[in-house]
Structure formats: C-alpha cells, structure tokens
C-alpha cells in the first residue's frame, strides 16, 4: 500500500525522477539477466567443446560426408582450428582415401564401419540428400569410389586399417 502511494506520488510530482529510477532498476534487472544468460552459454560452450572433443579426439578416427560430388573423407584427426565462422572447432585430418591433410568443414561421424559400407554404396547425390537433406546440382564432378569393396583396398593400401588396428578398435 505505502509502496504504492510513493509510486504515485513519484509518478506524478517527479515524473523525471521517476523514469530515472525505474529505467534503472529496468537496465539492472536487464544486465543480471543478460549475464545469467551469458553464464548458462559459456556453461553450454565449455559442455558442447568437451562433448566434441570426446567424440572427435587428437589421433580419433572419423568419417566426413562431404557436400561436394567428392569421395568420402576417411581419416584421423591431426588438430583443430577454431578460427572458422562455425562455433564448433573444425578438424584438420589426415585423410586416408586422398592421402591429404584437409580441413574439414564437412558432417563428420565417428569412424564405424557399417556407416562406412553404408555410405559407400551411395553415390554423392544420394550422401547429399540423405546426410544434408536435399538434392543439389554439384558444379564440379570428381570421380569418385562408389563401391564398399574399393574403398576398403584404397583404405588397405594408404594404412588406415593398420591405424584402426593400432587403435585397438
């Protein structure tokens, strides 16, 4: 009731003094708000890092669907850029199928090997719509190894399987 009644008096009498006060009682209450938004983001950041990390360590092995008509990239992650417009770390790795260091800017899955034989059945427009969820007319065509049989000697033979091997896995 008295909160009232020098809310009114405050309103009415001093109507500059009024605003003052209750833009920064707005502004304070705005400003814990904002930073109690900005504690849970930096708390969902260091989680999601520590998540990616976990699924995607140094030396980890993992698949890369591209969104390009281009093989799949099979490979062991070397390090990380963070520099990239994405908030997730992009992996630099080595990839086992062009014997290439690529960064990779791609859908990446933890390596197992039916996704592997799953994937290499597919042909890149078939990956595309089914990884990325719609068709797309590639521009450049590379060839590419579209058969589970091929992609395993061409893993063979640049090492990947004594590197999964070594791994334990």
Sequence with gaps: ??????????????????????????????????????????????????????????????????????????????RYDYSGRSSDPMPIVYDYVSKQELFLMTKIYVFNEELLKGLSKLTPQERHILIYGHKKDFKEKKEVISDYETMVSTLKQNGFYNELEQKGE
Excluded: C
């Design 1 to 78: 009731m008295l909160e009232n009644i020098i809310t009114s008096i405050l309103k009415n009498i001093f109507p500059d003094t009024y605003k003052t006060i209750t833009n920064r009682a707005k502004s304070e209450g705005y400003q814990k708000y904002q930073s109690e938004v900005d504690k849970k983001n930096e708390l969902n950041e260091e989680w999601r890092l520590k998540e990616f990390d976990r699924l995607f360590p140094i030396d980890g092995l993992l698949i890369g669907v591209p969104n390009e008509h281009e093989n799949i990239v099979v490979g062991k992650v070397l």
